[in-house]
């Protein structure tokens, strides 16, 4: 068995947020100790995570590592690099994805992440899409606006300080995408990344 439903819970746990990296590693190392997972090729690295828990500092870095090296991590269409201008005329070089190459890796069949034809003059979504078919570098016959992918984007940032001394803050922005007539569950959990960049 290469991977236990424990393990894949707690993953998922941390990718929603719900548990923390040390709290990954604990759990996993009292499941362990009470004789779980000794076939589970996941269990066996999730409890050994920051030296068996010793460097709790180091739990978040180990926990990516591990995922990102198991088959069960997506693999992410490679990035564009494209330059941003940044303050005082300078640039910074960036990964940038495009949403129409993640398409392709969605499980959730097209029609879950269309308005409904039967809810496009009903919804505030599918009034907006009809009246984007319609702009002039568009024109989309209205058939067709039940084939579209709407998505969302979000961009955000935040300040972080790379030491205690002062006038060390820095400024992480990202910007990330999902889709907006999908059912609530996937929107709730499927969120990808255009593009992050450090200032």
């Given at each position: 068995m290469p991977h236990s439903n424990l393990s894949l819970s707690l993953l998922?746990?941390?990718?929603?947020?719900?548990?923390?990296?040390?709290?990954?590693?604990?759990?996993?190392?009292?499941?362990?100790?009470?004789?779980?997972?000794?076939?589970?090729?996941?269990?066996?690295?999730?409890?050994?995570?920051?030296?068996?828990?010793k460097f709790p500092q180091n739990a978040l870095r180990d926990l990516l590592t591990v995922v990102k090296a198991s088959p069960i991590c997506e693999v992410y269409p490679e990035p564009y690099m494209i330059d941003v201008r940044c303050k005082g005329n300078s640039t910074n070089t960036v990964p940038c994805y495009?949403?129409?190459?993640?398409?392709?890796?969605?499980e959730e069949p097209i029609d879950?992440?269309?308005?409904?034809?039967?809810?496009?003059?009903?919804?505030?979504?599918?009034?907006?899409?009809?009246?984007?078919?319609?702009?002039?570098?568009?024109?989309?016959?209205?058939?067709a606006v039940a084939r579209v992918v709407p998505i969302g984007v979000h961009a955000d940032g935040v300040q972080y300080y790379s030491s205690s001394r002062a006038g060390t803050a820095r400024s992480l922005?990202?910007?990330?995408?999902?889709m907006i007539a999908a059912p609530e569950k996937v929107r709730a959990k499927k969120k990808d990344q255009i593009c992050k960049f450090r200032l």
């Open positions: 998922e746990l941390f990718g929603q947020g719900e548990l923390s990296a040390i709290c990954v590693q604990q759990i996993a190392k009292a499941a362990w100790d009470d004789g779980w997972g000794r076939e589970c090729v996941m269990a066996s690295k999730l409890w050994q995570i920051c030296t068996c828990g495009l949403p129409h190459e993640y398409l392709a890796k969605y879950n992440l269309c308005v409904r034809s039967d809810n496009i003059d009903s919804s505030y979504l599918g009034k907006t899409l009809l009246t984007w078919s319609q702009h002039p570098d568009v024109v989309l016959p209205r058939d922005f990202g910007i990330s995408w999902n």
